[in-house]
Nanobody
Framework: QVQLVESGGGLVQPGRSLRLSCAAS????????MSWYRQAPGKERELVAA???????NISDSVKGRFTISRDNAKKAVYLQMNSLKPEDTAVYYC?????????WGQGTQVTVSS
């Protein structure tokens, strides 16, 4: 059974940084592409960043230059480093893996950027 557990969210001032973590279990982690999504109040869930099983990354234009995604296959974890945070980055952030054609989500972690 796929399990994804996000952590690292919180309240942070604009311009500061946060690092989100996603601990994965229940599947062969190193063989799968992983993604981070976010959903702000009243908005659709959007892709923020993705990393392939081989380590190639894709970052959304809205956060390019500020966010990076990485993974540690030994720890079965994927990370989202968020720098220079802005109020518009406020959202619930979700870890995602598509396995057997099915989306699997964690419970999400709230990130609030406010002074």
């Amino acid at each position: 059974q796929v399990q994804l557990v996000e952590s690292g969210g919180g309240l942070v001032q604009p311009g500061r940084s946060l690092r989100l973590s996603c601990a994965a279990s229940g599947f062969s982690f190193s063989n799968y592409d992983m993604s981070w999504y976010r959903q702000a109040p009243g908005k659709e869930r959007e892709l923020v960043a993705a990393i392939t099983s081989g380590g190639s990354t894709n970052i959304s234009d809205s956060v390019k230059g500020r966010f990076t995604i990485s993974r540690d296959n030994a720890k079965k974890a994927v990370y989202l480093q968020m720098n220079s945070l802005k109020p518009e980055d406020t959202a619930v952030y979700y870890c995602n893996v598509v396995r057997w054609g099915r989306n699997n989500w964690g419970q999400g972690t709230q990130v609030t950027v406010s002074s």
